[in-house]
């Protein structure tokens, strides 16, 4: 399938969406990380510090999409579209999200997701038989960050957040080394039918280690923004709490977050149409449908289904920008959402 829309020029030429999309991906993502700066700068909290990084990631890969689809690719701006893409812009969104709710439980969702960056390892070595040392790095690199990350959230909450940042800053300067000095399969590599960069060019075992940085950083993004939503909307505890071990009472605490979030959300509903829904949860909804959108398209693009890619990605910052403007931190006492109207808070996201 071809993505085939254009926008006329004002000389009557047609402009290739592979020219338009990113653009504006690059131009809404700056525009936003500057007002998350701007908070920053006010309240210095951490997330909001990680999350500008990440937002200027995500600007200079829309970027470099541009400027290669308006004037031609090469190897440099290839490396830099796949070592910020690929590495970078999910995984620090994700860490920002980590952050913010690091005093939560939300740490055992955070070691769970490290041991799904394993299986991802696990899964496609069929892929790369050559390439062994990266899952062997992949593997304990992940195992090693799920326990000492869940060990942290169970003993030292104040602990997970560093140990998060570290290992993400780490595995950045590491991803980077290899990426800027690997030998290419090509200087570039694009979508035949689409235009679209992908990942080919780029040598195996760079790509196992892609994998964990998107899985982590996506589902940080997308579960810990349905994660805040649940803390902040009225509940209907079908799964109450209970006193188990340690390990099954992780996992059914997971359980009763998943069961009590699908039976709250009439009651939402109805707090919403009152004007009394936290502005925390439709924010923090629209963030994990904007995380969820271009990861699915990011994935796609992994298995050559890449004409969704340049749109998912603007659709993904729009819906995260969106949820920013409907959050406490930029609007006064309400929020109106057409005809209703969501009531301010304060509060920061509580411990749970």
Not at 186 to 213: C, E, H, K, M, Q
Not at 239 to 253: C, D, E, N, S
Request: with cysteine; proline share 5%.
């Amino acid at each position: 399938m071809r993505f085939d829309i254009g926008v006329d020029s004002a000389d009557g030429r047609r402009v290739s969406p592979n020219v338009v999309l990113p653009l504006l991906s690059s131009v809404v993502s700056f525009v936003f990380a500057a007002a998350v700066a701007a908070q920053w700068s006010h309240r210095h909290r951490g997330f909001q510090l990680v999350w500008t990084i990440g937002l200027l990631w995500y600007g200079i890969s829309a970027a470099t999409e541009f400027l290669g689809s308006a004037f031609g690719w090469n190897e440099t701006l290839y490396r830099t579209w796949y070592l910020i893409g690929a590495f970078f812009v999910a995984a620090y969104l994700g860490a920002g999200t980590i952050v913010l709710l690091a005093r939560t439980r939300f740490g055992y969702f955070v070691a769970l997701s490290f041991l799904f960056g394993a299986l991802y390892a696990f899964a496609i070595r069929g892929r790369y038989p050559e390439d062994t040392t990266a899952f062997g790095v992949v593997l304990v690199t992940c195992l090693a960050a799920a326990i000492a990350i869940a060990v942290a959230t169970w003993r030292a909450r104040s602990l997970v957040a560093p140990i998060t940042l570290a290992i993400l800053v780490v595995g950045s300067l590491i991803a980077a080394g290899l990426v800027l000095t690997a030998s290419l399969d090509a200087p570039y590599a694009l979508d035949a039918t689409t235009g679209v960069p992908v990942g080919s060019a780029i040598p195996g075992n760079i790509r196992i280690l892609a994998g964990p940085f998107n899985i982590i950083g996506a589902f940080a993004l997308v579960v810990g923004a349905i994660f805040s939503a649940y803390v902040f909307m009225p509940k209907n505890r079908v799964l109450g709490r209970r006193a188990l071990p340690p390990i099954v009472a992780q996992v059914y605490g997971a359980l009763a977050v998943a069961v009590n979030f699908i039976a709250s959300l009439p009651r939402a509903t109805v707090a919403l149409a009152r004007g009394e829904l936290h502005s925390r949860v439709p924010a923090t909804l629209l963030i994990a449908l904007g995380g969820f959108i271009p990861g699915v398209t990011s994935g796609l693009n992994r298995f050559g289904i890449t004409w969704a890619f340049f749109l998912g990605e603007l659709l993904g910052v729009l819906l995260i920008f969106a949820g920013f403007v409907v959050s406490t931190e930029v609007f006064g006492e309400r929020v109106r959402l057409g005809p209703m109207v969501v009531r301010r808070h304060e509060e920061e996201v509580p411990a749970a």
